[in-house]
């Protein structure tokens, strides 16, 4: 495999499944890929077809991986996969003695690409960011319109892109009532990096306690309105205790071996739970856990390999201990939970599965590594930016302030919008509606059609210029090209747009370096450059601003409304009525569990359940949601559903509401089975906490669909982009 395919990031689209969900959290998923399959000659119908989107997840797992996973005993570096470790002194590193969140090569064997690693021991439940992470965007899926332009290109960016985002997002209005069509998640920061392990799975994801601000900038006065995403980044939560030096593992939901041989070509080649669970199964044979002796020969040990398990007896081999020093090993890290045998067997299953990966101590990490953790958001100190990117240390100049591995956009047209009740290839300049906010999000060169997305907190950086910001700001830092942690981004600059439109994993890395040096609290600023100044003047000439009603109510007032009681607007304060705001949604925590598929009261379809009295209704209807608790262990399983639409019925004055969750709009097909949602019958929950209560914009009025809202990629300075992406001339279609 040659150095520029392993140097793929082994980051892809992800379920956000906690590992004990993973039947609840294939389903959706799997319903979903249905939409997403492209119409060829073998599928003539979307419908019909039935190889799945996240198929080429894995595929693209398999990509970047391995011949095979080699034995335990062979000692891989990084420079056997083309790859040098880089020393300090010889690049510019970000060096911070208080960072504790670190992205350095990965610690799956062989090495896959980057992974994120603490260098802070971090307890379970503790928060693993010490500061909030950055935005998330919202992306209207470009590959799913038909008869549109650039429909080729906008299915190669998909396959590579889907690899880095969420199915849904913090308020869930991507899934679950987004009038256009569907949204992903792009969690840029955090989010959109952790590798996928289903044992060491340490990450748990959560909404933050305000998850949404759509008052960064002034309605009634800024241009920036619509021009950057309201929703903050997820809160990362640690499902165990993981130590210092552990690379941070999210589990996607691929856990279970697929019987279809080659059906995922990865599945055969890949560890999986398995595999640990039958090692384990053989270590606990022995002594001290067992009574026999450790055997003496690795014969013996292949031998004691079930091959009626559903395991894969080589890999089972590979992770199994061979020597009874090894074994000792092992035995003294279990020891520490003898009082709990659950416990102990997980931390069995997790000394197995980390036996297989790289050890990393937090020095190595600090020598190898950059810091994920220099940049925190917070809102601008200019008042038409939004959100800004705030040094959370002292950064020295020339110090890496954010890696930027990105991903390759061949055409950034792709993210134009056009209308979807019309044939669009017959005008597509008259039917096109607007852009994608994500454009927003990238960088780009008018000369060319490439644009570049970063997948890190770099995107949190606001332009500081001659032009527009009349000395209330001075740009600090600067991007370029990533000196020598990415080596074959270098080799990737060599190619051609087409060349690396064709490939679809992840290949460029550029970095944010300080040109000065920056203290703890103040705000980075690079320079966006002339043509983005340009575009962003004529914006402002011709900006303006919305009609905004008196009664007007941001979703941050009525989430913050005196004290966080719910606003009298946004309570039916009636049985039978749901609140339907002109501007806001409703967010209730809720996920779907036995209730929803045992509870026979919801067994019979009635949709005259209006006609009966209040207390049928409460009787035949209602339960009690005092456990939907935002963010208490136990009930932290709405991280992966997020919010369902919900309305809050009535106040019980006592910190606690009645709410009824609301019929899913999109139907069943990507939400779990639950009778009431098929039946049409109310689900009400009494006791609900204030705290699993929140409100959003809605997505067909929400500030970034409006038209005239500024969208321009960042500009890149002159030199960065090779020659031979200067490629717009020659391109028939161009509007930006
Ligand atoms: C990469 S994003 C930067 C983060 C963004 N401020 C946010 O809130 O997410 C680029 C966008 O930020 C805004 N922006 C950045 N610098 C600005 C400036 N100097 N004046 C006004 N808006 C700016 C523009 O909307 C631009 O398209």
């Given amino acids: ?171 869930d209005h991507s899934i679950y009532s987004h009038p256009l069509g569907d949204m992903t998640d792009f969690q840029p920061g955090f989010g959109s990096l952790p590798n996928h392990h289903c044992i060491l799975n340490s990450l748990s994801s959560r909404s933050p306690d305000i998850p949404y601000d759509d008052e960064v900038v002034d309605r009634r006065t800024s241009p920036g309105l619509g021009a950057f995403s309201y929703t903050l980044g997820r809160e990362w939560v640690s499902k165990r205790d993981v130590k210092a030096g552990e690379e941070l593992f999210l589990s996607y939901g691929f856990c279970e071996r697929t019987k279809e041989k080659n059906k995922w070509s990865w599945a055969d080649k890949m560890y999986m739970p398995e595999d640990f669970e039958e090692a384990a199964r053989i270590v606990k044979m022995f002594e001290p856990f067992g009574t026999q002796a450790w055997p003496k020969t690795n014969l013996t040990i292949a031998r004691l390999i079930d091959p009626a398990a559903n395991a894969d007896p080589k890999l089972v081999y590979e992770i199994l201990p061979k020597t009874t020093k090894e074994l000792d090993m092992l035995v003294r890290a279990v020891d520490a939970h003898a009082f709990d045998e659950d416990a102990a067997d997980e931390e069995l299953l997790i000394q197995l599965a ?140 060599n190619k051609t747009i087409e060349e690396l439109g064709q490939h679809n994993a992840r290949a460029l890395s550029l970095e944010l370096v300080a040109t000065k040096t920056i203290a703890p609290g103040d705000e980075v600023f690079i320079d966006y450059g002339p043509e983005w100044e340009q575009a962003w003047i004529e914006h402002v000439k011709k900006w303006k601003a919305p009609k905004v009603p008196d009664n007007f109510l941001s979703a941050k007032k009525a989430n913050l409304h005196n004290d966080s009681a719910i606003p009298d607007e946004m309570i039916s304060f009636n049985l039978r009525k749901t609140v339907d705001h002109p501007y806001l949604f409703t967010g209730c925590f809720y996920r779907t569990g036995k209730a929803d598929v045992n509870d026979t009261r919801y067994d019979t379809p009635n949709e005259n359940w209006r006609n009966l009295t209040n207390k049928e209704i409460i009787r035949m209807y209602a339960s009690d949601g005092s456990k939907h608790v935002h963010g208490r262990r136990g009930y932290q399983k709405h991280a992966m559903y997020s919010h369902w639409p919900c309305s809050v019925l009535f106040d019980q004055n006592d910190g606690t509401y009645i709410v009824r969750i609301h019929q899913s709009p999109i139907g069943g097909r990507y939400v779990p089975k639950a009778i009431w949602n098929q039946n049409k019958v109310p689900r009400i929950l009494f006791n609900y906490p204030r705290s699993s209560i929140h409100f959003f914009v809605k997505p067909d009025v929400a500030d970034h669909q409006m038209p005239n809202v500024f969208r321009h990629p960042i500009g890149l300075p002159d030199g960065i982009y090779p020659d031979h992406w200067n490629n717009k001339a020659s391109l028939k279609q161009w509007t930006i």
């Fill in 354 to 493: 980390l036996g297989v990966t790289e050890q990393r101590t937090p020095e190595w990490i600090r020598q190898n590594g950059m810091c994920l953790e220099n940049l925190v958001p917070k809102k601008s100190t200019l008042p038409d930016a939004g959100w800004g990117g705030f040094a959370q240390y002292t950064i020295q100049k020339d110090d890496i302030i954010v890696p930027m591995p990105v991903f390759h956009m061949e055409n950034y047209e792709i993210l134009n919008l056009y209308r979807r009740d019309v044939n669009v290839l017959r005008d597509p300049e008259k039917y096109q509606i607007g852009k994608n906010l994500f454009l927003n999000y990238c960088f780009g060169r008018s000369e060319s059609s490439m644009a570049l997305c970063p997948l890190t907190s770099a995107v949190l950086v606001n332009h500081c210029g001659e032009q527009v910001n009349d000395g209330k700001c001075e740009a600090n830092a600067k991007v370029r090209w990533s000196s020598g942690w990415d080596p074959s981004s270098h080799e990737w600059r």
């Fill in 1 to 171: 495999m040659s150095a520029s395919t392993n140097s793929v990031s082994s980051i892809r689209r992800r379920s956000g499944s906690p590992k004990d969900d993973i039947e609840d959290v294939e389903a959706p998923a799997l319903q979903r890929l249905e939409n997403t399959q492209r119409p060829s000659s073998f599928c003539p119908t979307m419908k019909n077809c039935s190889i799945p989107y996240l198929a080429a997840v894995v595929l693209f797992l398999a990509f970047c991986a391995w011949e095979y996973l080699p034995p335990k005993s062979i000692t891989i570096t990084e420079s056997d996969f083309g790859f040098n470790l880089r020393s300090r002194g010889e690049v510019p590193t970000s060096s911070q003695p208080q960072c504790g969140i670190w992205m350095a090569p990965g610690s799956l064997r062989p090495y896959p690409g980057f992974g994120i690693y603490t260098t802070r021991d971090v307890k379970e439940n503790e928060k693993f960011l010490h500061a909030p992470d950055a935005i998330s965007v919202q992306v209207l899926e470009p590959h799913r319109y038909n008869n549109m332009p650039l429909e080729d290109e906008r299915w190669r960016w998909w396959k590579l892109f889907q690899n880095y985002a969420w199915d849904n997002s913090v308020p």
